[in-house]
């Protein structure tokens, strides 16, 4: 069994439409998400003309922080 992965998104909640306009503006000046673009590749060994895996773990941990802002118009976007 192969477990390599790729994390390609990551979200809490509905995809609001408020929430989505907050996204396309903060992913213009950061990462929205830390994890997304992680790879975990299982590792493996050649030995001869077979190809073993070896013990693959993988753990993530995130914190899901709160926050407002308020754009030059007075609109507040929260994040939860």
Do not use: C
């Not at 069994?1 to 439409?17: F, N, P, V, W």
């Not at 929205?32 to 493996?44: D, K, N």
């Amino acid at each position: 069994m192969d477990l390599t992965h790729r994390i390609s998104a990551l979200h809490y909640g509905d995809d609001s439409e408020e929430l989505l306009t907050l996204r396309d503006a903060v992913v213009k000046h950061s990462t929205w998400s830390p994890l997304v673009g992680t790879i975990a590749q299982q590792p493996y060994v050649i030995v001869g003309d077979s190809i073993f895996q070896l013990g693959f773990y993988s753990a993530y941990y995130t914190d899901v922080t709160p926050i407002s802002i308020v754009d030059l118009e007075g609109n507040i976007f929260h994040t939860l």
